[in-house]
């Protein structure tokens, strides 16, 4: 890994170059990557469309970086562990050469049940070594996957499906998370009821939870297998892609309604998150490394599958629940594998942390040698405890900020090369650009001063589109500051010039880590048809970062608590467990202004009972509903 900052200085080294001449250092850095045929160019870009292009004319398959590239040298090396939900079921392990070999098996089921190349694949598997495999194995043909979390909904399912107009979809029976058996297949039946571009699906058995399979449209993983064992295992050569080809679609929320499916195209994606996963974690060779984010979201794309397998890492992949069967599983298998690197979220750190320190206490975690964190800014005790009581005081700790958008980090603390400070993700790597903007669209010089993040240049592992609708890529990114990206977060730049990231600035809740639409999650309450409005806001959670309060209002004769149970029945009917809100207050009035917009700055500090700063109320339509609002909300705190 000839890319590997060491020390501070090489760090600012590697900054300035990327600036002075950004194509000269990803060039150089692409380097490191098999490419069937080099690039022309490395970048062309404006952020005014937006077009973005690395690495053009370059043939690449990310596979053939991610597998057989390392099975001459590493062949027998573990790529995946995979430690099951049930602690006293076996765990499995992929050698390199083993993965390579179920990949290629995969990728000609793929091809016998009709993908090709540019057809898009939904997969919605539990943390199985056989999602990886399936990932890899479109990837390896050139088909475009876009993986949903396991805890959606099938009506999110379908929206997806549908918005990317996928040909195959791939689940399993069931899954096992804790105590748990997710019925993932049966929520897939529900979901293809509204879809009519899906003519296979392919079903993996891991819980064999009794399901319908449909004829002529569901066939078995292990049947599919069987029949290339029986073709005696064709070899499956990885398909030449275009570096700005499409890699994946992964859909996530924002402002409005509708979660946006965020396009990855192949060179860029690959470059970004093999050098950033090198570098952040200073990933070393024969390390294990422990991710313990889901592949349904953006960490696990990137920090599980292809970030550590174009290094040649060991991954390990967990398929349950930091509290099963106790709130000790993370330790013991930190203590079980060894592992060096740990990378986890701070709503975890806390929920462990609840539970107190005799789930640590006795666990050899020695071999730990750096921690890291994603998902939302970590606050100053999950930080203490996480270095206390995990890292000994002893390792370094990564705060990696970075967005679905994003591909990988681009502000973060790098291992005992960089600085840390407890809050802060400190300061960007090689090739970010970030600048910190006011109100009036100015950028703010100087330190000790606090804006919306931008990014002024590109990166590789930047988005380049949403799906099917660029105007709302422009729109959403790249035209509230011109010839800048915004990420919708608010950022601090301290007197030393290091960044903390502050939150979002935008309607949209960061819940355990997750990202979740006000305004999704406003459709999905108005659906219900006794609400006739609804306003959602987030407030400080101890466990999950933020909360969900829902301010409803319901039409008068209904019976409030069945009400309340209907409209979270109705939430995770159209998104999934994980929108429901943690508070609802039935309300008569909503605070409005004179035009009619809701003034949800009023609900949040409501919700977060800070009613000193409650501001002006006076432009309201009618200010009296502020106090009734107060009050219905101080009956909730007593009760
Ligand atoms: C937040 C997750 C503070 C942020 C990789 C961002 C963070 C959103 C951090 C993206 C961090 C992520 N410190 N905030 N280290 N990491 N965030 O798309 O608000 O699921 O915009 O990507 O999470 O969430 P997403």
Same mark, same amino acid.
């Given at each position: 890994?000839?890319f590997?900052?060491?020390?501070f200085?090489e760090y600012?080294?590697?900054y300035q ?8 250092f ?6 490191n ?5 080099k ?7 404006n952020f005014k469309e937006?077009?973005?292009k690395?690495?053009?004319?370059g043939?690449v398959?990310?596979t053939e970086?991610c ?6 040298q ?5 790529a995946?562990?995979?430690e099951p939900?049930?602690?006293t079921?076996a ?14 098996q995969?990728s000609t089921?793929?091809k016998n049940?009709?993908i090709?190349?540019?057809d898009?694949?939904c ?7 056989e999602l990886?495999i ?6 390896r ?8 979390f396991g805890?959606?909904s099938?009506?999110s399912?379908?929206?997806r499906?549908?918005?990317?107009t996928?040909?195959l979809?791939?689940t399993?029976d ?8 997710l019925e993932?297949?049966?929520i ?7 879809c009519?571009?899906?003519?296979k ?11 319908a399979m ?6 078995w ?6 029949k290339?064992e ?20 992964l ?10 499916g965020v396009v ?5 994606y690959m470059?970004?998150t093999?050098?950033?996963?090198a ?11 422990f ?14 599958v292809?970030g ?7 991954s390990?992949?967990f ?5 099963f069967p106790?709130?000790?599983?993370f330790?013991?298998i ?9 990378y986890t979220?701070?709503t ?8 107190g ?6 666990k &050899?975690?020695s071999?730990?040698?750096?921690l890291?964190?994603? $998902?939302?800014?970590?606050? %100053?005790? @999950?930080? /203490?405890w ?9 390792c370094?700790?990564?705060?990696t900020w970075?967005q679905?958008?994003?591909g990988?980090h681009l ?7 960089t ?8 300061l960007p ?8 903007m006011?109100e009036?669209?100015?950028?703010i010089?100087?330190?000790d001063?606090?804006?919306n993040?931008c990014i ?6 930047m988005l380049?589109?949403?799906?099917g609708?660029h ?6 990114y ?5 010839d800048k990206y ?8 301290s ?7 502050t939150?979002?600035? &935008?309607d949209?809740l ?6 979740? $639409?006000?305004?999704e999650? %406003?459709? @999905?309450? /108005? ?6 409005e ?10 999950k970062?933020q909360?969900i ?13 069945k ?10 009917r ?6 429901k809100p943690?508070?609802?207050q ?6 409005k202004?004179r035009?009619?917009?809701?003034m ?19 432009t309201?339509q ?6 009734a609002?107060?009050?219905?909300a ?6």
């Amino acid at each position: 890994m000839s890319f590997q900052i060491k020390t501070f200085e090489e760090y600012q080294d590697a900054y300035q170059r990327s600036v002075k001449d950004p194509e000269q250092f990803w060039g150089e850095i692409a380097d490191n990557f098999f490419w069937k045929r080099k690039w022309t160019n490395v970048l062309s870009w404006n952020f005014k469309e937006p077009d973005i292009k690395w690495f053009e004319g370059g043939k690449v398959n990310i596979t053939e970086n991610c597998l057989d590239r390392h099975i001459y040298q590493y062949g027998d090396k573990p790529a995946i562990i995979w430690e099951p939900n049930d602690p006293t079921e076996a765990h499995r392990i992929l050698s390199y050469k083993q993965l390579l070999n179920k990949v290629e098996q995969f990728s000609t089921v793929l091809k016998n049940n009709n993908i090709r190349k540019g057809d898009r694949v939904c997969i919605y598997l539990p943390m199985v070594p056989e999602l990886v495999i399936a990932v890899l194995a479109c990837a390896r043909i050139g088909a475009i996957h876009s993986v949903v979390f396991g805890g959606f909904s099938a009506q999110s399912i379908a929206d997806r499906i549908n918005d990317a107009t996928c040909k195959l979809v791939i689940t399993a029976d069931g899954g096992f998370r804790g105590t748990k058996v997710l019925e993932l297949k049966s929520i897939v039946d529900d979901a293809l009821m509204q879809c009519q571009s899906v003519e296979k699906v392919i079903v993996l058995t891991r819980s064999r939870t009794p399901i319908a399979m449909l004829k002529g449209r569901d066939v078995w993983w292990e049947d599919e297998i069987n029949k290339v064992e029986t073709q005696g295992n064709p070899p499956c050569p990885a398909e030449e892609m275009d570096a700005e080809d499409t890699l994946f679609i992964l859909y996530t929320s924002g402002s409005t309604g509708k979660p946006k499916g965020v396009v990855h195209t192949t060179g860029g994606y690959m470059v970004y998150t093999g050098y950033t996963f090198a570098n952040t974690f200073q990933y070393a060779p024969g390390d294990v490394y422990f991710c313990t984010a889901d592949i349904g979201w953006i960490t696990g794309h990137s920090y599980i599958v292809y970030g550590p397998l174009s290094q040649g890492a060991t991954s390990l992949m967990f398929e349950g629940v930091p509290t099963f069967p106790d709130a000790g599983r993370f330790w013991d298998i930190v203590e079980k594998y060894k592992v060096n690197i740990l990378y986890t979220a701070p709503t975890a750190i806390r929920s462990l942390m609840a539970f107190g320190d005799s789930f640590v206490e006795g666990k &050899d975690l020695s071999s730990l040698r750096v921690l890291g964190s994603v $998902g939302e800014p970590i606050n %100053e005790e @999950a930080w /203490n405890w996480y270095n206390e009581k995990i890292g000994k005081g002893k390792c370094p700790i990564v705060d990696t900020w970075w967005q679905t958008e994003n591909g990988g980090h681009l502000i973060t603390s790098i291992a005992g090369v960089t600085p840390q400070l407890p809050g802060y993700a400190l300061l960007p790597l090689p090739g970010v650009q970030p600048c910190l903007m006011d109100e009036n669209g100015n950028e703010i010089e100087g330190n000790d001063v606090s804006g919306n993040l931008c990014i002024k240049f590109p990166w590789p592992g930047m988005l380049r589109t949403t799906w099917g609708d660029h105007e709302r890529c422009k729109q959403t990114y790249f035209s509230t500051y011109a010839d800048k990206y915004f990420t919708g977060d608010g950022c601090y730049r301290s007197p030393e010039g290091y960044y903390r990231i502050t939150g979002r600035v &935008d309607d949209v809740l960061n819940v355990s880590g997750h990202r979740i $639409g006000t305004a999704e999650v %406003e459709n @999905a309450i /108005n659906m219900h048809s006794d609400v006739v409005e609804s306003a959602i806001v987030g407030y400080p959670h101890a466990v999950k970062g933020q909360g969900i309060y829902a301010y409803v209002i319901a039409h008068h004769h209904i019976d409030a608590e069945k009400t309340r149970q209907d409209i979270l029945q109705t939430v995770t009917r159209i998104i999934g467990a994980i929108a429901k809100p943690d508070i609802i207050q039935f309300v008569d009035e909503l605070p409005k202004t004179r035009s009619g917009k809701i003034m949800r700055r009023i609900l949040r500090k409501v919700a977060e009972d800070d009613l000193s700063s409650l501001g002006d109320t006076s432009t309201l339509q009618d200010p009296s509903v502020v106090d009734a609002i107060i009050q219905g909300a101080e009956k909730i705190r007593q009760a």
